[in-house]
Nanobody, 124 residues
């Protein structure tokens, strides 16, 4: 059973930075792809960033490209999301997700494992 636990959310001012971390356990993740999604109040969950476990391939949503960076540490089984130049519209609950099929994906439905989410609030 795969378990994903996010940490690192909180409050930041516009223009500031936060770093989210996702600790993965329960499987060998070598063939997995990992993603970060977010959901703002009243909105659907949306794709933020994804990478193959190896880091060879990464994808970003256009809204975060150049500001957010997804990275991973295979020794620690963690996947991080560095968020810089934060904007109020980045406010949401952020979720870590994993899919056991090789290859990154942007669709919520292609990820079978989810963390509980961590709140990120950006004030103007």
């Amino acid at each position: 059973q795969v378990q994903l636990v996010e940490s690192g959310g909180g409050l930041a001012q516009a223009g500031g930075s936060l770093r989210l971390s996702c600790a993965a356990s329960g499987r060998t993740f070598g063939s997995y792809a990992m993603g970060w999604f977010r959901q703002a109040p009243g909105k659907e969950r949306e794709f933020v960033a994804a990478r193959t476990w190896s880091g060879y391939t990464t994808y970003y949503a256009e809204s975060v490209k150049g500001r957010f960076t997804i990275s991973g540490d295979s020794a620690k089984n963690t996947v991080d999301l560095q968020m810089n130049s934060l904007k109020p519209e980045d406010t949401a609950v952020y979720y870590c997700a994993a899919r056991s099929t090789p290859g990154v994906a942007r669709d919520v439905g292609q990820y079978g494992y989810w963390g509980q989410g961590t709140q990120v609030t950006v004030s103007s």
